[in-house]
């Protein structure tokens, strides 16, 4: 395989993992997972809303409760996912640890 097939391949991937409804196909995926494991009691307090003039923007409500379930999730679902969209879920992951302990949790 030429190198200019495999940059294109590489390119291609990058692509296809960064659209919106790649992006909002995973957080449907991770939003799932974390109501399977949630209490009952919890399960509406997970929810991701994309922002309908800006696709890209996405806004994740969770409870503070289930913060380390969903980080959880975030973590065993990242190896499914392809390179750019893991890339930009590994800061989401990041950015809801750092707001998490700004708020008093431990993790």
Known sequence: MSIDLILAKVVSEARSGLVPDALAFWYSIIVERTRV???EELRDKVRVEQDE????????NVSKRVVPLLLKVME???QEMP??????FETVYNIIVEEYKKAGGTI
């Open 76 to 78: 065993d679902t990242l």
């Open 37 to 39: 494991l949630c209490p």
């Open 53 to 60: 003039i800006l696709p890209m923007k996405f806004r994740l």
């Open 83 to 88: 390179y750019s969209s893991r890339l930009y």
